[in-house]
């Protein structure tokens, strides 16, 4: 069992920043790669993010290309997302998952562990 807990949610205007973190504990850390997905009211999850366990490959969807930044700090078992030029297209909660597949992958059906979440909500 891994355990994700978010934190850093909040209200910001647009062009705004936010730093999003996710702690983990039970197994090993560095042995999963970690998305960050996000749900807005009345559509589907989506993924935003994604980081392999051993820190060398970073994906992103194409809306936040530029703007986040997805990172991992193994030692402190956390994984970060930081929000940058934020827009009110950007309002959702925002899960982080682990992944023990091989690769990094952006189905969230293929995620084996989730938070519960953290709102974001983007005024303009």
């Known amino acids: 069992q891994v355990q994700l807990v978010e934190s850093g949610g909040g209200l910001v205007q647009a062009g705004g920043s936010l730093r999003l973190s996710c702690a983990a504990s039970?197994?090993?850390?560095?042995?999963?790669?970690m998305g960050w997905f996000r749900q807005a009211p009345g559509k589907e999850r989506e993924f935003v993010a994604g980081?392999?366990?051993?820190?060398?490959?970073?994906y992103y969807t194409d809306s936040v290309k530029g703007r986040f930044t997805i990172s991992r700090d193994n030692a402190k078992n956390t994984v970060y997302l930081q929000m940058n030029s934020l827009k009110p297209e950007d309002t959702a909660v925002y899960y982080c998952?682990?992944?023990?597949?091989?690769?990094?992958?952006?189905?969230?059906?293929?995620?084996?562990?989730w938070g519960q979440g953290t709102q974001v909500t983007v005024s303009s």
């Open positions: 998952a682990a992944d023990w597949s091989p690769v990094v992958t952006r189905s969230a059906r293929e995620y084996d562990y």
């Open positions: 039970g197994r090993t850390f560095s042995n999963y790669n």
């Open positions: 980081i392999s366990r051993n820190d060398i490959g970073t």
